[in-house]
């Protein structure tokens, strides 16, 4: 299984604990703290354009969001890849509401492009 493009052996099944997933985050050689803010386009079916910028470090959806960035071959933001960030920071930052923003407009079928400055 995939997690946010982390491997997870099959014996560990389909429910992978967030602390497995926060542990391959945190050690995955990103130098989280380079990046200040993350910039994103979010552009509905409509065509409608939005920016947005995300600046909360303190919270697993930075973190994501950082390892995403600059790992990522595109700056496309993969729908599965933003659902399951979302999921994740759903339940590891439950008490920030502009996080909680951020996963609801993540949940929309609007496509996103991503930048780390």
């Not at 910028?53 to 599965?80: G, P, Q, R």
């Amino acid at each position: 299984m995939f997690i946010l493009g982390f491997h997870f052996p099959a014996d560990m099944g389909n429910s992978i604990p967030d602390e497995k997933v926060v542990e391959k985050l945190d050690n995955s050689g990103v130098d989280f703290g380079s990046v200040s803010e993350i910039k994103m386009m979010m552009e509905s079916r409509e065509g409608q354009k939005e920016e947005l910028s995300y600046t909360n470090k303190d919270t697993f959806m930075f973190k994501a969001l950082v390892h995403y960035a600059t790992t990522a071959e595109s700056d496309y933001m993969i729908y599965t890849n933003r659902y399951q960030i979302a999921e994740l920071s759903k339940r590891l930052d439950a008490g920030d509401d502009e996080t909680m923003a951020l996963c609801k407009k993540f949940d929309s079928m609007a496509q996103f492009r991503i930048t780390a400055a």
